[in-house]
């Protein structure tokens, strides 16, 4: 399985900016896939997983009602979309992968994900 992200870039506070994650493999639907960042000297840090085909997405307090995870299984696609941006959200994003059965409890660690996409860098300007 390999993960490509783009989208990323500068932005002033409160743009918006959507980054993109095309999955190869042909049972995209079948895993939960999320996101995941981390900012210059921190641990990486859930921001929103959305559920493999028809679950509900769950997303970190920090990003709630600002940022939009959706996926096209067609497309093995999932994106994110970042809304009234802040220099807070200033770091490197990654796409993730689920394994198989992964239980929600689970979701928002980072060592529960079995496949990690090269990361796409948002800085966002005050």
């Known amino acids: 399985v390999q993960l490509q992200a783009s989208g990323g870039g500068l932005v002033q506070a409160g743009g918006s900016l959507r980054l993109s994650c095309a999955a190869s493999g042909r049972t995209f639907s079948s895993y939960a896939m999320g996101w995941f960042r981390q900012a210059p000297g921190k641990d990486r840090e859930f921001v929103a997983v959305s559920r493999r085909s028809g679950g509900s997405p769950s997303y970190a307090n920090s990003v709630k009602g600002r940022f939009t995870i959706s996926r096209d299984n067609a497309k093995n696609s999932v994106y994110l979309q970042m809304n009234s941006l802040k220099p807070e959200d200033t770091a490197v994003y990654y796409c993730?992968?689920?394994?198989?059965?992964?239980?929600?409890?689970?979701?928002?660690?980072?060592?529960?994900?079995?496949?990690w996409g090269q990361g796409t860098l948002v800085t966002v300007s005050s």
């Open positions: 993730v992968k689920g394994p198989p059965g992964l239980i929600v409890s689970r979701m928002y660690s980072a060592d529960a994900y079995d496949y």
